[in-house]
């Protein structure tokens, strides 16, 4: 799977759109992006996922840039329930079942 | 909506105890998933099972059986628990897509 980074941290205001970072220059093309997010206490939650178009579902938006090498997570209107910890995970969609590869993500901190 | 749930969200076990971790799928995954958390270890991956009665290694399977009976149970034992087990446990399930896994609540273990 390719490594991916993001800021160790970021604030948004309530109400306003949080973009979250992640860089993932050695993608390759078989690979697609995954966001969970991981509230305090309770366990990772599958957000999104994409391979080159932008994705958008009731929880998020998702910008691939036209070379893949880095996306953005949107969330158009965060609120204090949205603080959590935010993964960026690149791997293939299809294959045997294996591990799912956590870095240390964003912690997204919703402030009034 | 998928629904893993994981018998107890709090353990308090004695060090040599036998312990039994569950958890039950309702959307009828093929694969499901141990792992466990802890601070600046980030997510580890236990055991996995593919299919009923199957099951493979993860990356610290050491301390640590599973069983699964029923394609919707997956228990995870510790046959004589101890101090660093301390942690976290997470349970999830999938699809054949191994980049979606959906997570149960979690279980905190303390060994005393």
Same mark, same amino acid.
Request: proline share 4%; hydrophobic share 30%; charged share 20%.
């Given at each position: ?11 948004? $205001?309530?109400?306003? $759109? #949080? ?70 995970? #690149? ?5 045997? #079942? ?15 | ?6 018998? =107890? ?6 060090? !040599?105890? *036998? ?17 466990? +958390? &802890?601070?600046?270890? !980030? ?14 290694? !993860? ?10 009976? *029923?394609?919707?149970?997956? %228990? ?8 660093? +087990? ?6 999830? %399930?999938?699809? &054949? =897509?191994? !980049? ?13």
């Amino acid at each position: 799977d390719a490594k991916t980074t993001q800021p160790p941290s970021m604030d948004c $205001a309530e109400g306003r $759109a #949080a973009n979250l970072p992640c860089n993932h220059s050695t993608i390759s093309g078989n690979e697609y992006v995954y966001w969970y997010r991981q509230i305090h206490s309770q366990g990772p939650q599958y957000i999104i996922h994409g391979l080159k178009n932008n994705e958008t579902n009731e929880m998020a938006s998702l910008i691939i840039t036209e070379d893949r090498k880095s996306s953005t997570l949107i969330l158009p209107h965060a609120t204090l329930r949205d603080t959590a910890v935010y993964y960026c995970i #690149a791997r293939r969609f299809t294959g045997t #079942a294996s591990k799912l590869t956590f870095g240390t993500g964003t912690r997204l901190q919703v402030t009034l | 909506d998928v629904k893993v749930t994981q018998s =107890s969200r709090y353990l308090v076990k004695r060090t !040599g105890e *036998k312990v039994f971790l569950e958890c039950v799928q309702d959307m009828d995954h093929e694969n499901m998933f141990w792992y466990r +958390q &802890d601070p600046g270890l !980030g997510l580890r991956l236990i055991y996995f099972s593919y299919d009923v009665k199957m099951k493979e290694k !993860g990356d610290i399977p050491e301390g640590y059986s599973v069983s699964r009976e *029923k394609k919707e149970r997956f %228990s995870l034992i510790l046959e004589s628990a101890s101090t660093n +087990q301390t942690s976290m446990y997470l349970c999830a %399930s999938s699809w &054949d =897509s191994p !980049g979606i896994q959906y997570f149960g609540a979690g279980t905190r273990l303390s060994v005393l």
